[in-house]
């Protein structure tokens, strides 16, 4: 008997893990638009829904730590990536039914300790796939991830729409059942290779640490948000400080090599302050009468580029290969730069005009 497409599809390992993390992210992405409604239906105030989501943060730091120090050691991939499920799947259950604020902040709670499918995923990912395959495979994920995302925000609103706020975190409840199932009816348990020894594809070095890795990433964002950017935008400007940004980051990419300890830290600090000032640099051109609409074309762009970006990122590399990825990001940093100086500029001249031969710091 010829095999179905669906059974094709389940024959590869690879193949049923990105489809586990597009259910996965479908869920989510059915409840997170409604959270602030249900917070608002519970008796929540806007200012209180900071709290929400900082409790949430705080719970995925710790999650992200515990999750990258066991998981490989003792839990194992598979298991780990079942753990992050079954927590999603009892969060939004009791978010589904929560009749107080304090269970909803609750299901928030388990979500952040439990939830950890990136880590996961890519750890699993890196052991289903070889060096040279692995590349493309980590950008299918991606891609997997933001193509979720896009489809279940969209779905998730009409369902809230005719059916009320809850149904959306009760069907996400029932998808992550669906993907325990999922996980352990087809995707092989997966081995550690190699032996104790360090690197990516041994033992627990480079996998293990995925959740810290996060974890620290998060860190040092929240930090560069609280202290850095403010500041720097002041003295600086947004526009300026955009265009210097981008110039540090075509030099950190171009000395990688040389200076590995230092490159994830200077990439996230830099990435962190672009990501601010190009929000605010928008921000500050549109008319406010516009700019629900503008932002969300924006928000549509960018999850076409989330989708096809990664999709470009490993069909580049896996043709001139992983070592030339730090020489084609300094490329990609230095063709954004020139359009972005030549905007900046033309910015700063018409302000100043307007303003009686003032320099300003801002577009």
């Known amino acids: 008997m010829r095999p179905t497409p669906l059974l094709r599809l389940l024959d590869s390992p690879t193949n049923v893990l990105l489809l586990a993390v597009f259910v996965d992210m479908f869920g989510v992405a059915l409840v997170l638009p409604n959270l602030p409604f249900l917070f608002a239906e ?6 209180s829904f900071g709290v929400l989501s900082s409790v949430y943060a705080i719970a995925q730091l710790t999650g992200g730590l515990v999750i990258g120090l066991v998981g490989d050691r003792r839990l194992g991939q598979k298991l780990s990536l079942q753990i992050s499920f079954l927590g999603a799947a009892l969060s939004y259950a009791v978010a589904g039914v929560a009749t107080s604020l304090l269970l909803l902040v609750a299901s928030r709670v388990i979500v ?11 750890a699993l990912l890196s052991s289903l796939t070889d060096e040279g395959g692995r590349t493309q495979a980590l ?19 009409i369902i809230a729409s005719r059916y009320g706020r809850r149904i959306p975190c009760l ?21 550690a290779r190699g032996g104790k020894g360090g690197g990516e594809s041994g033992g627990d070095g480079g996998r293990s640490g995925g959740g810290s890795l996060a974890s620290y990433n998060q860190l040092l964002g929240l930090a560069v948000d609280w202290l850095l950017v403010g500041r720097l935008a002041a003295s ?3 526009g300026r400080l955009l265009c210097l940004c981008l ?18 830290p200077v990439s996230a600090v830099l990435g962190r302050i672009t990501k601010t000032c ?77 303003g009686g031969g003032a320099k300003p710091k801002e577009l």
């Open 278 to 354: 190009l929000a605010s640099l928008f921000s500050k051109s549109v008319p406010a009468a516009d700019q629900a609409l503008v932002l969300s074309v924006l928000d549509i762009g960018n999850s076409a580029i989330n989708v096809v970006a990664p999709l470009y990122g490993g069909s580049v590399v896996g043709r001139l290969g992983v070592a030339s990825q730090p020489l084609l990001a300094a490329a990609h940093y230095a063709l954004l730069l020139a359009p972005t100086a030549l905007v900046v500029r033309r910015a700063e001249s018409e302000a100043a005009r307007r």
């Open 171 to 191: 069907a996400a409840a029932a998808l992550f059942a669906a993907d325990i199932a999922l996980v352990q009816l087809c995707l092989p348990h997966v081995a």
């Open 247 to 264: 110039c540090l980051a075509t030099l950190n990419s171009l000395l990688e090599s040389r200076h590995r300890a230092l490159h994830l």
């Open 42 to 47: 519970l008796g929540g105030t806007p200012e």
């Open 236 to 238: 600086r400007g947004e």
């Open 139 to 157: 950008g299918r994920l991606s891609s997997t991830m933001a193509l979720a995302l896009s489809l279940g925000q969209a779905l998730g609103g």
């Open 112 to 122: 952040g300790l439990a939830k950890q499918t990136m880590t996961c995923s890519t």
